[in-house]
């Protein structure tokens, strides 16, 4: 929305925004209470979200973690965090765009350097599972198409 809006501004300079500009605001406003609810259940459940992704993740592949004698459960674990808060954050300002070009395009180079696009797919996949079991389907829609952002950018390196 954020982004939406600095758009309108610029778009709109010195003229009233017609109604199907401002449309974008409707949306948002009538999709708030469901925005705000699935932000504030993400945000409490955060920690029991990771573990649990963290546990799935082990089950699948107990050394996706191991880089050579270095235990990397530390960073996946702080850069899982940022990535969903990120998401999160995004969710609650319904801005796709703003995740896509401030936070998106530099993971994905950091995972890139680091060479871990295997277990950011794995992740991707179970934290999208693993999110939508504490939401309702209702919030579940509203944040899978941004967290989806995330997993195809990394599916879209893959194939390179």
């Keep these: 929305m954020l982004s939406q809006l600095a758009h309108l501004s610029a778009k709109a300079d010195g003229r009233y925004a017609t109604a199907y500009e401002l449309q974008f605001l409707k949306?948002?406003?009538?999709?708030?209470?469901?925005r705000l609810s699935a932000y504030e259940k993400i945000k409490a459940s955060e920690a029991e979200i990771i573990r649990k992704v963290q546990a799935k993740i082990l089950s699948i592949n107990p050394n996706l973690f191991c880089n050579g004698s270095?235990?990397?459960?530390?960073?996946?674990?702080?850069?899982?965090?940022?990535?969903?808060?990120?998401?999160?954050?995004?969710?609650?300002?319904?801005?796709?765009?703003?995740?896509?070009?401030?936070?998106?395009?530099?993971?994905?180079?950091?995972?890139?350097?680091?060479?871990?696009?295997?277990?950011?797919?794995?992740?991707?996949?179970?934290?999208?599972?693993?999110?939508?079991?504490?939401?309702?389907?209702?919030?579940?829609?509203l944040f899978r198409p941004l967290w989806e952002l995330n997993r195809l950018d990394i599916e879209k390196n893959n194939s390179n």
């Design 27 to 34: 949306n948002y406003f009538k999709s708030f209470n469901l």
């Design 70 to 141: 270095e235990d990397a459960t530390l960073k996946w674990r702080l850069d899982t965090v940022r990535v969903l808060r990120q998401t999160a954050a995004a969710l609650l300002i319904d801005d796709a765009e703003r995740l896509r070009n401030r936070f998106i395009v530099w993971f994905k180079t950091v995972l890139r350097a680091l060479n871990v696009e295997e277990s950011a797919d794995i992740t991707y996949k179970l934290m999208l599972e693993t999110v939508s079991e504490y939401l309702t389907p209702e919030e579940a829609a």
